[in-house]
């Protein structure tokens, strides 16, 4: 062959081949550098090994991720179905209607163009979603992973039950990631139809005012709906949470765990109040620890629990309790968030004034984390004991049931709203990456094999919705993730 047409060949293919490769690198970059760094501290912790040791484990780590069934494999896959299967495609369809006598012409119509994408992404979504399941999920992985051990025990029971000669198959090792993809999906649909009816309304005089709200507060609700679904899983349902997420939350809401494990037993009608049912001494180690009276922690002698318990010895004031709760989480967060922004702008930071955006960013960033916290506490408050027994009566609603759920349940509808001191598009990011997270609590971890086609259907259709945009609307996937999926496919 000519060296000049070989060279020409390999120019042409050269832009079809970039968003193969580049997907593959950031798969890679995305599942090896946390291995990476978790090792280097291993190996700047002493561990006890030898220099050749070491170097073995550093090297399995970065090839860990050297083969078929990983996720830059399955990376690569979906993009190279998605951009080198409509090419094919329209290729061959065009020469089927060459050889029909029809006009070839008819298929490079945007309509057809996009549906051609659309099912070519489909079609490798569909595929590759097989590459990071191939493995089949162990009991023991099951059992070690699983948020909920009873969901496990059960769904073993009824395989046990309808085939009690084989071993049960689970699946749902791809879970967080089809629950990413549909989220994702989702917000671009959204997108796309509110761009729809800007066009439409564009001459409409109320349109300006709707255009200027609707999308923020959208966002907010967002945030606000998952934020009240973590929070009131983490209440009452702390295992359906990471463990490192419900530590995290923990760490920021400082609240005694003695107190969260009698509005839990509330809950499950165990801690009932003017009964003797033996949970009075759960509430008076507390009392004694912070120097109240004893019978304060008895249920059968004081109904309900009294607010300075909720306080923790900040006073019986729930709006003192609620400035103190803000100071204490605002001074926590400034030693996270200010050391994170000027260590993530030191490159680009080359003024005072770049300085003090990342301070401003740091301290809103605080302030909402504060206002979250502060507001939780006091929607309890107020619930329970301050607006809640004057609005409805003991009758209507008692004591038990405020403490049972209804108390906690508005300090989770409430505290999400104060994602409205941030930046607009601070809080799209957030509502974006807490979403999925709200939606992981309600589902299960690990299901029967047999359903599997289910989230692969799903994964599918969202993989196919978000690549379609990238070729098509690029814009309509919003956030850090369309401007890294843009880098890559474009």
């Known amino acids: 062959m ?6 020409r060949r390999c120019h042409r293919a050269a832009p079809l081949l970039k968003p193969i490769l580049r997907a593959y690198a950031l798969g890679y970059l995305s599942s ?12 700047w912790g002493k561990n006890g090994l030898t220099y050749q040791e070491n170097l073995e484990q550093l090297l399995g780590v970065l090839t860990s991720t050297l083969r078929l069934e990983s996720f830059p494999t399955f990376c690569a896959s979906l993009v190279a179905g998605s951009t ?23 298929l490079s119509s945007k309509e057809a163009s996009r549906l051609i994408q659309l099912i070519s992404a489909f079609v490798s979504a569909w595929f590759s979603f097989q590459i990071l399941n191939r493995r089949p999920v162990s009991l023991q992985t099951v059992y070690k992973d699983a948020r909920d051990e009873t969901e496990v025990s059960t769904a073993i029971s009824q395989h046990s039950m309808l085939h009690p000669h084989t071993r049960p198959q689970f699946a749902g090792r791809t879970m967080d990631l089809t629950l990413f993809t549909f989220t994702r999906a989702i917000d671009s649909l959204a997108c796309i139809s509110w761009a729809w009816s800007r066009q439409k309304q564009k001459d409409s005089p109320r349109w300006a005012l709707v255009d200027s709200l609707v999308p923020s507060l959208g966002d907010s609700a967002v ?47 165990v801690f009932v109040y003017g009964k003797d049912t033996g949970q009075a001494p759960l509430l008076e180690s507390m009392c004694r620890d912070f120097g109240w009276p004893i019978e304060w922690g008895d249920p059968a002698k004081t109904i309900p629990i009294r607010c300075e318990m909720v306080h923790m010895g900040c006073g019986s004031s729930c709006e003192k309790h609620a400035v103190s709760r803000f100071v204490r989480t605002f001074k926590f967060a400034c030693a996270t ?3 994170l922004q000027i260590a993530f702008r030191f490159r680009s930071m080359k003024s005072m004034a770049a300085l003090r955006r990342a301070v401003s960013d740091a ?10 916290v502060s507001i939780f506490y006091y929607s309890v408050c107020l619930a329970r004991t301050r607006l809640g027994p004057r609005i409805f009566s003991k009758d209507t609603v008692s004591p038990q049931m405020w403490d049972s759920g209804l108390c906690v349940g508005a300090g989770c509808v409430m505290c999400g709203w104060s994602i409205l001191v941030e930046h607009a598009k601070k809080r799209q990011e957030i509502a974006l990456f807490v979403a999925p997270r709200a939606a992981a609590t309600v589902l299960p971890r690990f299901y029967d094999k047999k359903y599997q086609y289910r989230e692969r259907a799903a994964f599918a259709v969202s993989a196919a919705v978000l690549l379609t945009c990238f070729r098509e609307s690029p814009d309509m996937v919003r956030g850090v993730f369309g401007r890294i999926g843009r880098s890559v496919l474009n």
């Open 2 to 7: 000519d060296p000049a047409a070989l060279t």
């Open 32 to 43: 090896t550098t946390p291995k990476v760094l978790s090792c280097l501290r291993r190996l």
């Open 84 to 106: 080198l299967a409509p090419l094919l495609v329209l290729r061959g369809l065009q020469a089927v209607l060459r050889r029909l006598g029809s006009d070839p012409r008819r």
């Open 223 to 269: 945030f606000a709906a998952s934020a009240a679904v973590v929070m009131w899983a983490w209440f009452y349902v702390p295992e359906r949470l990471p463990k490192a997420y419900g530590k995290w939350i923990g760490e920021v809401a400082k609240v005694d765990e003695r107190l969260i494990e009698a509005l839990r037993r509330a809950r499950r009608n």
């Open 337 to 339: 968030y200010i050391p």
């Open 363 to 372: 301290l809103r960033s605080s302030s909402f984390l504060a206002s979250f």
